[in-house]
């Protein structure tokens, strides 16, 4: 029997337990943990996350600020506003939401957020950390990847790990993670020879290469563990659209052990990881050990 990962329970338990820990430091420190999310532009997909981290952040107890920006902001106002938020003291974490508009160096814009503050994991700095062990601040989506593999498959030490897609966001900083628990890690991509049987080496296939279904059903080592990060909106024969992962989840599902579906898996684990980001960024700012959540 195949086992289906539901994400969206297991980020709710998550955020559940994220809010009781803040309500937590609220008691014995004093203090609210502040996250500022900063979007630029009208792109209705990224409003659309903007909106829900807000609430994910309100629900748990933590202090929301929301920075909704012209997309015809110059760079170094936004810079300047960056700088604000660095400085000031309520706010623990800081995440821009990208894309940025064409004119910003989104780059320049990562790198000018304070790594203590940084819930996204993009600077440099926390790159760094990750990838030498040192206490970072890691990107939410592969941390949440990272919860879900753990809850299927608690001995990740000696796997053979595939990643497909190669991005800052995802591939990478998933493949340090793996790498850290000991799994044997390919990344593979678009460009990559030989994907399907690269892929069929894999006891965890990590799909993330945001192309729709790309991933066959026979691309899938039996028994493997499957997380499927792409969120692709893809026409339906009615006019209407429908979301799909990266992998064809009804041909995959019955030889995988287990597989995240598409809506309701890894999506649900961004935002969950993001608001543990800002408790944990609050607690280390003001030295104080943070919960194993
Ligand atoms: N846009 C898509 N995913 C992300 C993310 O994880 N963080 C930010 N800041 N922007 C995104």
């Given at each position: 029997m195949?086992?289906?990962?539901?994400?969206?329970?297991?980020?709710?338990?998550?955020?559940?337990?994220?809010?009781?820990?803040?309500?937590?430091?609220?008691?014995?420190?004093?203090?609210?943990?502040?996250?500022?999310?900063v979007l630029v532009g009208e792109d209705p997909?990224?409003?659309?996350?903007?909106?829900?981290?807000?609430?994910a952040t309100v629900e748990a107890g933590l202090q929301s600020f929301e920075h909704k920006l012209d997309a015809s902001i110059a760079q170094a106002d936004l810079l300047a506003l960056i700088d604000r938020l660095n400085r000031d003291d309520a706010v623990d974490g800081i995440l821009v939401q990208l894309p940025l508009p064409a004119h910003i160096d989104a780059e320049r814009v990562l790198q000018a957020i304070d790594p203590a503050k940084d819930v996204d994991g993009f600077h440099p700095v926390n790159v760094g950390r990750l990838w030498t062990g040192a206490p970072a601040l890691a990107p939410c989506?592969?941390?949440?990847?990272?919860?879900?593999?753990?809850?299927?498959?608690?001995?990740?030490?000696?796997?053979?790990?595939?990643?497909?897609?190669?991005?800052?966001?995802?591939?990478?900083?998933?493949?340090?993670?793996?790498?850290?628990?000991?799994?044997t890690v390919t990344i593979?991509?678009?460009?990559?020879?030989?994907?399907?049987?690269?892929?069929?080496?894999?006891?965890?296939?990590?799909?993330?290469?945001?192309?729709?279904e790309m991933i066959r059903g026979d691309w899938v080592k039996p028994g493997a563990i499957v997380i499927d990060v792409g969120i692709n909106r893809v026409p339906r024969g009615d006019g209407k659209s429908r979301l799909v992962g990266d992998v064809a989840y009804d041909e995959a599902a019955p030889r995988a052990r287990a597989i995240t579906p598409v809506p309701g898996g890894v999506g649900p684990m961004t935002i969950a990881c993001l608001i543990e980001n800002a408790l944990v960024a609050a607690c280390r700012r003001r030295g104080i050990q943070p919960p194993t959540l």
């Amino acid at each position: 029997m195949t086992t289906i990962i539901d994400g969206k329970a297991i980020a709710q338990a998550l955020r559940a337990r994220v809010g009781e820990a803040v309500a937590e430091i609220g008691r014995a420190h004093g203090i609210q943990p502040g996250l500022a999310v900063v979007l630029v532009g009208e792109d209705p997909a990224s409003a659309v996350y903007v909106r829900n981290k807000g609430k994910a952040t309100v629900e748990a107890g933590l202090q929301s600020f929301e920075h909704k920006l012209d997309a015809s902001i110059a760079q170094a106002d936004l810079l300047a506003l960056i700088d604000r938020l660095n400085r000031d003291d309520a706010v623990d974490g800081i995440l821009v939401q990208l894309p940025l508009p064409a004119h910003i160096d989104a780059e320049r814009v990562l790198q000018a957020i304070d790594p203590a503050k940084d819930v996204d994991g993009f600077h440099p700095v926390n790159v760094g950390r990750l990838w030498t062990g040192a206490p970072a601040l890691a990107p939410c989506t592969p941390t949440g990847c990272m919860r879900m593999i753990r809850g299927v498959l608690p001995k990740i030490s000696g796997r053979e790990a595939v990643i497909v897609g190669r991005s800052n966001i995802v591939g990478k900083p998933m493949a340090a993670m793996l790498l850290a628990e000991s799994a044997t890690v390919t990344i593979a991509h678009s460009r990559t020879q030989d994907l399907q049987q690269r892929c069929l080496n894999a006891d965890i296939l990590v799909a993330a290469v945001g192309r729709p279904e790309m991933i066959r059903g026979d691309w899938v080592k039996p028994g493997a563990i499957v997380i499927d990060v792409g969120i692709n909106r893809v026409p339906r024969g009615d006019g209407k659209s429908r979301l799909v992962g990266d992998v064809a989840y009804d041909e995959a599902a019955p030889r995988a052990r287990a597989i995240t579906p598409v809506p309701g898996g890894v999506g649900p684990m961004t935002i969950a990881c993001l608001i543990e980001n800002a408790l944990v960024a609050a607690c280390r700012r003001r030295g104080i050990q943070p919960p194993t959540l």
